[in-house]
């Protein structure tokens, strides 16, 4: 079975605040991404990863950046936390002919 | 831009009939499509999907039909059953980038009633 791993169910930080949220997989799939889902607007990329130090920005990109130093991790980095990025976050990762497989999501409150 | 879009953000189902989850898309690029599931505090799974040079196909109790002429497809769960009660949401690719851009929709929120 695959695994997708997210480093935390949930994280409360305060404004300003840099969070790091991670993600690590062990089927040595090549494509990894971030997406968060909130009410009403359903799953949305944020980045994707299709090799190590590689990535590419996705629908909603401002206030997040990426970093894959190794194949199996994944991470995203909240430079300054706001409010407005209080949400569901969600990684997930495919191989060359996969669909998705997802970790568990991590449920981000920015106070 | 919503490039998928189901329109119906919830949907109640008494037990054992029908429910038909739809979904629309306006890319003429997409043509391979999926449906996930999710329940609350878990990541969503793959349910099924389809290619365009199909019409319909076929899993269990889940079926997908593709009208590629209506930009539009619907997942039948016959009949549907109270564990069936999750978030669906459609999402749709163009297959040349492989699984790399995935659009998802919006969700429809289903109820099975028992």
């Known amino acids: 079975d695959v695994k997708v791993t997210q480093s935390s169910r949930y994280l409360v930080k305060r404004t300003g605040e840099k969070v790091f949220l991670e993600c690590v997989q062990d089927?040595?799939?090549?494509?990894m991404f971030w997406y968060r889902q909130d009410p009403g607007l359903g799953l949305r990329l944020i980045y994707f990863?299709?090799?190590?130090?590689?990535?590419e920005k996705g629908d909603i990109p401002e206030g997040y950046s990426v970093s894959r130093e190794k194949k199996e991790r994944f991470s995203l980095i909240l430079e300054s936390a706001s409010t407005n990025q209080t949400s569901m976050y969600l990684c997930?990762?495919?191989?060359?002919?996969?669909?998705?497989?997802f970790g568990q999501g991590t449920r981000l409150t920015v106070v | 831009d919503q490039q998928v879009k189901q329109n119906s953000p919830s949907l109640s189902v008494q037990e054992g009939r029908i429910s038909i989850l739809n979904c629309d898309y306006t890319?003429?690029?997409?043509?391979?499509f999926l449906w996930y599931k999710k329940y609350p505090a878990e990541g969503p799974t793959f349910l099924i999907s389809?290619?365009?040079?199909?019409d319909k196909n076929e899993d269990g109790r889940f079926t997908v039909f593709l009208n590629k002429s209506a930009k539009h497809l619907s997942l039948h769960i016959v009949p549907s059953q109270p564990g069936d009660s999750a978030v669906y949401f459609c999402?749709?690719?163009?297959?040349?980038?492989?699984?790399?851009?995935?659009?998802f929709g919006t969700g429809t929120k289903l109820q099975v009633i028992p």
């Open positions: 997930a990762t495919t191989g060359a002919n996969t669909e998705a497989f």
């Open positions: 089927m040595d799939h090549e494509n």
């Open positions: 990863s299709y090799d190590v130090k590689m990535k």
């Open positions: 890319n003429s690029m997409f043509d391979y």
């Open positions: 389809i290619s365009s040079i199909k």
């Open positions: 999402a749709a690719t163009p297959s040349y980038r492989g699984y790399q851009k995935v659009t």
